[in-house]
């Protein structure tokens, strides 16, 4: 087994766990094909409204929206792996759904980040904690990948607390696991390659809204559930 018993008790405890090198060589190869190729239909389309460079500062690519489920069979069987469903029944339980994932991008030397805050927050509805699962397409370094999580929390608006954050520092193909009640944040990228993060979130139940209008089970009752045909509506 991946997830150790030490592993399930800090996410028990603290909310959170990371698993190092976890994603196999080929899962972490078509990844990182398609977030290029996404990349490039971009600069694509910036080129032919006459935009001059890419101008790339932070890109979020959301796959859900329209609503039909990627052909891409490396990614595919990633989200619908043992290691997935391992990682979902050790902190959701026997229930296990998707119901987001995207691309987070920054660009090399840029400044932008994220303020601490709650996941959580995002759905706008009462509902159990959810599950995040951060992939790591670059090592993960102080300069380059600085996704901090800090302490396990309720769901509190506006909050704010001086605790020293602990530093996710991994090699590529590792995998940062936190609850959606877990306060994080993430640096700058000083360094000068991309920042790419491929971020799949799995709830115990369906979460389905104008903005993530998918919910695809992983597991139900325990038992591994196919993953969708190419093509199929994401519902």
């Known amino acids: 087994m991946l997830v150790t018993e030490a592993q399930r008790e800090q996410y028990r405890r603290e909310g959170y766990f990371i698993l190092e090198s976890v994603i196999p060589e080929a899962a972490l190869g078509g990844l990182r094909e398609e977030c290029g190729s996404l990349l490039a239909r971009r600069e694509a389309r910036w080129k032919a409204r006459g935009i001059a460079g ?61 303020d601490s805050h709650l996941d959580s927050r995002d759905i706008g509805h009462d509902r159990r904690p959810y599950l995040s699962c951060c992939c790591a397409l670059d090592d993960m370094t102080i300069e380059l990948f600085e996704h901090r999580v800090e302490d396990s929390s309720n769901d ?78 994401a519902n």
């Open 54 to 114: 890419f101008g790339l500062d932070f890109y979020r690519r959301n796959e859900s929206p329209d609503r039909e489920w990627r052909p891409d069979p490396l990614v595919r069987d990633f989200l619908f792996s043992d290691l997935m469903a391992e990682v979902g029944r050790a902190t959701l339980g026997e229930d296990v759904y998707l119901f987001n994932e995207e691309y987070d991008i920054t660009a090399a030397g840029h400044g932008i980040t994220f």
């Open 156 to 233: 509190r608006v506006g909050y704010h607390d001086d605790a020293p954050a602990v530093a996710a520092l991994a090699p590529a193909g590792s995998m940062v696991v936190f609850s959606s009640r877990v306060v994080h944040r993430s640096g700058p990228n000083t360094s000068e390659r991309m920042r790419r993060v491929y971020l799949a979130q799995f709830s115990a139940e369906p979460i389905m809204n104008r903005e993530w209008n998918q919910s695809i089970p992983l597991l139900l009752k325990g038992e591994r559930q196919p993953a969708p045909e190419p093509g199929a509506a």
